[in-house]
């Protein structure tokens, strides 16, 4: 079936921001312009946290700390779209306002509206991941069980917006998540399937494909949520295995940094700490990478990151939480270590696959064949199946 071209509101809460959101929307809608549909934005504020603006020059912008609320949906009233695209969104009202204008397909880039600190992950007695319905108990649960910072300003604040944002999720036309498991959170909530759709995401192309590296590279926040003094412990056992020692880069920045650097010291992991690095520093990164490594105590929502190093030719070895296993495939493209494995678990794996070449080059072919399979075309192919249908309920046609 060909689609008639769509007029597409994109609402998001900062236009001038860095993140994984934004990062998406700066591909998918010069994306969806060159397939013929026309994009206008809707953003509640500016932000002086990044130099990114995902809203390319020539495509319409209305802001609510502009305009104000009424003044930026008059003005996208205005410009007629067929459907709103929303993704993260805070205050709800303006979600609120586009609900009583159109209809609105929502991406939920996290568990927001399913839980109180958005984790979804018990940190007491163990890192576990949560899979309780959102409810009041939520708040009994909330201190013992470390669900998320210790305050009662953000047990009351998270449980508030957790409690808006869940009221609204009948509302949506429908509701986009990047993986399975994120389909079963929000099925959870009582959201119908019909009404959700799971549309992996998609990495970047890569520049060129990375050759026979031979380190073990990890990428993103440095937190307690994203396991990386775990991963220090577990190159001191693949070191072991192996009998030599095999180079760690440790790219980003965060609280568990320093703690991380004295870890590998102590430990005598050879590990590197560039900090954040951008696209063009993370492609010659991924060019020395033998294994990316995610080694992430919650449940991600999908993990992109091990996704872009695929697109490089570059196996991965995680714990298997949440949406990892939407692209990684035990097996084909990397392996996946059971999160009560812990450090032990992911050393074994990252020295069973170094310590055999032609499984090595195994899980790379593996890793280039499930980036060519998540691709952006194959995004926006589905996705613009979602939107269309969104319009044509409310539209009658």
């Not at 939920?108 to 108990?137: E, I, N, Q, W």
């Not at 380190?215 to 001191?236: D, E, N, Q, S």
């Not at 991380?260 to 990478?289: D, H, T, Y």
Request: aromatic share 6%; glycine share 10%; net charge positive.
């Amino acid at each position: 079936m060909t689609l008639a071209p769509l007029r597409i509101l994109v609402a998001h809460e900062a236009i001038d921001s860095a993140g994984g959101v934004e990062s998406y929307l700066s591909r998918v809608i010069p994306a969806l312009t060159a397939r013929g549909h026309e994009v206008a934005v809707l953003y509640g504020h500016r932000s002086r946290s990044g130099p990114s603006d995902f809203a390319p020059p020539g495509v319409p912008a209305f802001g609510a700390d502009e305009l104000g609320i009424e003044g930026a949906i008059d003005r996208a009233r205005a410009w007629r779209p067929d459907v709103c695209f929303s993704h993260n969104m805070r205050p709800l009202e303006i979600d609120r306002r586009l609900l009583a204008e159109w209809p609105v397909v929502k991406m939920m880039h996290s568990y927001s509206g399913t839980c109180v600190s958005g984790l979804k992950m018990h940190a007491f007695p163990s890192a576990v991941p949560c899979d309780r319905a959102f409810g009041s108990a939520c708040l009994v649960l909330y201190g013992p069980r470390r669900c998320g910072q210790l305050r009662v300003s953000s047990l009351l604040g998270g449980y508030r917006l957790a409690s808006e944002q869940h009221a609204l999720l009948a509302e949506y036309a429908a509701l986009v998540v990047a993986s399975g498991h994120m389909a079963r959170e929000f099925a959870r909530e009582g959201v119908a399937g019909g009404r959700l759709h799971v549309i992996p995401l998609f990495a970047p192309p890569p520049s060129r494909q990375t050759q026979d590296g031979d380190a073990v590279v990890f990428i993103g926040r440095m937190t307690p949520l994203k396991g990386v003094t775990v991963l220090v412990r577990a190159m001191a056992v693949a070191n072991r295995r192996l009998g030599r020692p095999v180079p760690l880069v440790l790219a980003g920045e965060g609280p568990d940094r320093e703690e991380a650097r004295r870890l590998a010291q102590s430990l005598g992991v050879a590990a590197e700490f560039p900090g954040w690095i951008g696209p063009e520093r993370r492609a010659v990164l991924l060019e020395r990478a033998a294994l990316v490594a995610l080694p992430s105590q919650w449940p991600e929502p999908f993990g992109l990151s091990g996704l872009e190093a695929a697109g490089h030719g570059v196996p991965a070895v995680a714990f298997d939480v949440g949406g990892i296993r939407e692209w990684l495939r035990d097996g084909v493209n990397g392996r996946l270590v059971p999160l009560g494995r812990r450090a032990q678990g992911m050393g074994e794996a990252i020295a069973a696959v170094l310590s055999e070449p032609a499984e090595r080059r195994r899980l790379a072919e593996g890793a280039t064949r499930v980036a060519a399979e998540l691709s952006c075309d194959a995004h926006l192919d589905r996705l613009e199946r979602v939107l269309d249908s969104a319009r044509r309920v409310v539209s009658g046609s």
